[in-house]
């Protein structure tokens, strides 16, 4: 199942792509293609159990997910 934050967007509001870009609903920001492998549970990714992004946010903690290096954007 693909994670319920991924979106894919074709323009970021001033730029039009040329193709749909993914973009994380939590993050608010586009990501690469690679984040967005995880996202959509491909190559035996598990969302719910590799993302620090989603466990974070449903963790609703402002601590990071031990073992995982993230940078806080506050």
Known sequence: MT???LDYRDADGEQEFD??????QIQ???VSPM??????????FDHEADCAVFQRHHLDADQ?????ELQDAD
């Open 28 to 30: 608010e920001s586009f």
């Open 3 to 5: 994670c319920p934050y």
């Open 64 to 68: 990071l997910v031990p073992g995982l």
């Open 35 to 44: 984040e967005a492998d995880l996202c959509n549970d491909r190559h035996d």
């Open 19 to 24: 193709h749909d870009r993914p973009y994380c």
